[in-house]
C-alpha cells in the first residue's frame, strides 16, 4: 500500500452549507488532485427519517459551490448497523476507495460513535486519510471524532447527568489526545439560556470538563468558524466569522480568523508507522483491491465560460441567445441541465445512455 502522506482536516462549528463553510471546502478542493471525488456519509444522522435530505443538502451545496472542480459527489447511506444500510457494508462504501474529500456533518455525536466505531467505513476513512485524502467534519461529526465526546443530545435534551463518552479519536493516530467542541459560542438561547459550549451553558461545560482526562486538549470551534490542520506544513488556520479556543494545561488561548499555529500546539504530533497500522484487515483488503478508477470528463475553460455566459443570458432572459448558447455547448461534449442549485454539466455520452 502507499506510503503515509495525510492529508489536510477542516472542522467547523457550524454552517457546512454557509459562505464560511464553503470558503473552507474551497480552500481544500483548490489543492485535490483532479478529478474532485467526493463522498458524504450519511451516518450521524442515520437515526432520523429524513437522513437522506440531511446528507443530500450539503451535496447540493457542493456541486454548486466546487462546479469550477467538477465535483463528482456520491452520499453514502451508512445508516445503521445490521441493516442493508450499514458501515459494515462494502458495497454501499464503494465511493470511499477513490473519495479525496470525505465529509461528515450534522446528526447525534453518540450515534455516530455507536455506529462507526470498529466499523469498516470507519476504518477506510483512517485508511483514505493516511494516503492523502482530505477530511472535514463539522457539527456532531466534530465531537464525535475526538478522544471524549460530549453526549450533547442526553445532557441538553434527556436531562441526563453531565458525563463524558469515548469517542472515536481520530486524532489517536497521529498521537495527539484531542477532543472538540462545536457550536462554541452559541447564542440560540438569548438572555435566558446559556446555550454556549455546543448548548450546554458554561457551568455544565465546567462539570463535563473536570470528567475529561487532564492531558486531554480541547478545542471549541465557535458558530460559523473553520480551523484547517495542514499535516504537510504542519499548521492550523482558522478562518470564518469568528474564532477557536484551546483549552490545554488550564490555559485558554483564542485564535480569531485568519490566524494560524502550529500543529505541535496540539499535542506532539507522529504519524503512523504504515498505513496500515492499528486498522482492520477488512479495510486493508477493500483497499487493496480497489481497481483503478476510470477518470472523470471535465470540461474545458471554454465550455465553463459558455455556462456563465449563457447563465447571465437567462438572467436578462434572453431566452434566444441561452438557447443557442445551450446548442453550442452541446457542440463540445456536454449536456446543460438547469436545476435549483444551478447549471449542471452533464457529458453527453453520459446523458444519453
Known sequence: MSSISPGPIG????????????????????????????????????????????????????????????????????????????????????????????????????????????????????????????????????IAIGAWSLPVYEVFKVGQDVHVVPGLNLFADYSLRLSLLPHWNNTDGGSEVDTSRCFIGMERFAQWHSLVPADNVILGLDEHTGILLDFEKRCCTVSGVSSVTLL???????????????????????????????????????????PDPEPAPVPTAEVLALVQARQQARLHKDWAEADRLRAQIATLGWTVQDTPAGPKLIRRDTAEQ
Open 11 to 142: 472542522l467547523l462549528g457550524s454552517g457546512e452549507t454557509s459562505l464560511a463553510g464553503g470558503r473552507l471546502f474551497e480552500a481544500i478542493a483548490q489543492n485535490l488532485p483532479r478529478p474532485l471525488h467526493i463522498a458524504i456519509l450519511e451516518t450521524p444522522a442515520g437515526f432520523e427519517l429524513n437522513s437522506e435530505q440531511v446528507a443530500g443538502r450539503v451535496s447540493t451545496y457542493l456541486q454548486t459551490r466546487l462546479q469550477n472542480y467538477n465535483p463528482q459527489i456520491a452520499v453514502i447511506p451508512a445508516r445503521k448497523r445490521g441493516l442493508n444500510e450499514s458501515p459494515d457494508n462494502p458495497a454501499i462504501l464503494e465511493p470511499l476507495r477513490y473519495a479525496n474529500l470525505i465529509f461528515m456533518g450534522p446528526g447525534s455525536p453518540t450515534y455516530a460513535i455507536r455506529q462507526l466505531r470498529n466499523s469498516l467505513a470507519w476504518d477506510i476513512l483512517r485508511a483514505r486519510h493516511r494516503q492523502g485524502a482530505a477530511l472535514v467534519f463539522a457539527s456532531a461529526a466534530v
Open 248 to 290: 490545554q494545561n488550564l490555559q485558554t488561548e483564542i485564535f480569531p480568523s485568519g490566524t494560524s499555529f502550529p500543529l505541535d500546539r496540539l499535542g506532539n504530533f507522529k504519524t503512523p508507522e504504515t498505513v496500515e497500522s492499528g486498522l482492520s484487515a477488512a479495510a486493508l483488503d477493500f483497499l487493496r483491491l480497489s
